[in-house]
């Protein structure tokens, strides 16, 4: 069972001039068939190592390896932000049970719990740290650059508390995932002889979640890691299929850069009908955002591009956020997470006969009622001249898991080609990155700072 992608809602002739036609659709799919051929070619240089992780049988072994020498910690704790935290949140997030931090260990079938140190929110920082006994965790820090302040000021308060706790054993506990050649994390490793998994070279962070950034917590977690990857390795294979009717990432990339750039329609919501997929919203978000909001295009020029994505769960956010989508500007498309079987069914007891609000719903189940509610949310958006694409889950399995990452990466990769932009950089947040190396007195940023007062 695959992920499908529907596309109904997104064409004009089901939403009254709101959507787009076909005539309009047919050169934009055009320039994405060239796009792949280049795609291809780039795979052929080895220069999208990221299409190829799912065949890295290596690092995934080393992955194994050293997730088993930690069988029956109580707790895993993630240092890493951006792309080194997402993708293994927005896994822990679909395929773990949802109060699983709170479970006994026998109930958690002796997985550690997770933890993901993902900001510098002092209250956070400190209470995972007393929460987290140092002898019983597996303190994984994940840094592609290994600059990071965010993960480097973490990274200190691990190495000073496991040293002073644990003595001699003080590394024994670490894992870092880092580039397998520069860095100062990697050379840190080097000369400390710490544990490290690679973090391949060519690989950028927000496309990192098949690398072992995702895959060691993973197999520590106890999830199918081997149904991810064939997931991912299935869906590259119909996102590299050069008849574009048929393939899911080429229709994606075209109707979104073309709602973008010729319906004002910038927000992107990815709306997840189902608690399981929000983490995935998430994870969507960031590559979006860092890989096509972008100042220059490929020749150097001012061009400003970017859609807005946005996140949304539903039903919650039909009491927060539907009276804006259907009522307010013509400036968004939704791309709905929709969940065929959900890994329960929950029915509704039969009470209140004579209660109109109550009395329909008894005997039914909440599998009906979240389905209804998402059918009920489209349908009413498409009959406002609201256009959607819905992504359905067969179920919240790893194998969809790793299909929805390699769709979203190529989707991007292709949206890049659109927008004749590069997806793979992000030099605007280089700025917010010195301006606070020179805050917090870092050598040969001082003057970065000047006039900036904390
Ligand atoms: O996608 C990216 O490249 C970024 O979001 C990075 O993942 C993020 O800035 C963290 O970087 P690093 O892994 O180098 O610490």
Same mark, same amino acid.
């Given at each position: 069972?695959?992920?499908? !992608? ?16 076909? %005539? ?30 799912? %065949? ?11 997730? +088993? ?12 932000? /951006? ?9 822990? =997030? #679909?395929?773990?049970?949802? *109060?699983? =931090? ?14 993901? *140190?993902?900001? !510098? ?15 019983? $965790? ?30 001699? +054993? ?17 050379? *840190? ?45 299935? @869906? ?10 048929? =393939? ?21 919501? @990815? @709306?997840?009908?189902?608690?399981? &997929? ?13 890989? *096509? ?22 039903? $919650? ?30 029915? &509704? ?53 790793? %299909?929805?990452? @390699?769709?979203? %990466? ?6 890049? #080609? &659109? ?18 190396? /020179?805050?917090? /007195? ?6 970065? #700072? ?5």
């Amino acid at each position: 069972m695959s992920l499908t !992608v529907n596309f109904g809602y997104a064409l004009s002739k089901k939403l009254a001039g709101h959507g787009i036609s076909n %005539e309009m659709l047919k050169p934009a799919l055009e320039r994405t068939a060239k796009a792949l051929d280049h795609i291809r070619t780039e795979r052929g240089a080895n220069k999208l190592p990221y299409l190829d992780l799912p %065949e890295d049988g290596k690092t995934k072994a080393a992955c194994k390896e050293l997730a +088993d020498k930690y069988d029956g910690y109580e707790n895993f704790l993630l240092s890493g932000i /951006g792309g080194s935290s997402l993708g293994p949140l927005a896994i822990f =997030n #679909a395929l773990g049970h949802p *109060l699983h =931090n709170m479970l006994s260990g026998a109930k958690r079938k002796n997985h550690p719990r997770f933890f993901a *140190l993902d900001n !510098v929110d002092p209250v956070q920082v400190d209470a995972l740290f007393n929460f987290c006994k140092p002898e019983k $965790t597996v303190y994984n820090i994940i840094s592609k650059s290994g600059a990071t302040a965010e993960t480097a000021s973490a990274s200190l308060i691990i190495f000073d508390l496991l040293k002073k706790r644990m003595g001699n +054993d003080w590394k024994k506990n670490i894992v870092c995932t880092t580039d397998p050649t520069s860095g100062d994390l990697r050379k *840190l490793c080097n000369d400390e002889k710490l544990q490290t998994l690679p973090l391949h070279s060519g690989v950028g962070g927000r496309f990192s979640v098949l690398t072992p950034v995702g895959l060691f917590p993973s197999y520590c977690l106890g999830f199918d890691v081997d149904a991810m990857l064939a997931g991912a390795a299935e @869906m590259r294979e119909r996102c590299l299929d050069s008849d574009v009717q048929k =393939n899911p990432a080429a229709q994606m990339a075209a109707l979104l850069y073309l709602f973008d750039s010729t319906q004002h329609k910038k927000m992107h919501v @990815m @709306m997840a009908y189902a608690n399981g &997929l929000y983490g995935m919203a998430d994870w969507f978000r960031q590559l979006w955002a860092e890989s *096509l909001g972008k100042e220059l295009d490929n020749e150097g020029r001012v061009v400003n591009v970017g859609p807005t994505p946005l996140k949304a769960l539903g039903a $919650t956010d039909q009491h927060s956020q539907v009276q804006l989508y259907i009522e307010g500007p013509y400036d968004k498309v939704f791309l709905f997470l929709e969940c065929k079987k959900f890994g329960k069914r929950v029915k &509704l007891p039969e009470l209140y006969d004579n209660v109109s609000s109550l009395n329909y719903l008894g005997g039914q189940t909440m599998n009906k009622l979240i389905a209804a509610e998402f059918a009920a949310t489209r349908e009413a958006l498409a009959q406002r001249g609201r256009p959607s694409i819905t992504i359905t889950f067969p179920e919240i399995d790893a194998h969809a898991v790793g %299909e929805f990452f @390699m769709l979203w %990466e190529m989707t991007t990769s292709l949206a890049g #080609a &659109l927008y004749r932009i590069n997806p793979y950089d992000q030099p605007g947040v280089e700025l917010g990155k010195q301006l606070t190396y /020179g805050l917090m /007195g870092r050598a040969g940023f001082e003057d970065k #700072a000047k006039g900036i007062k904390v």
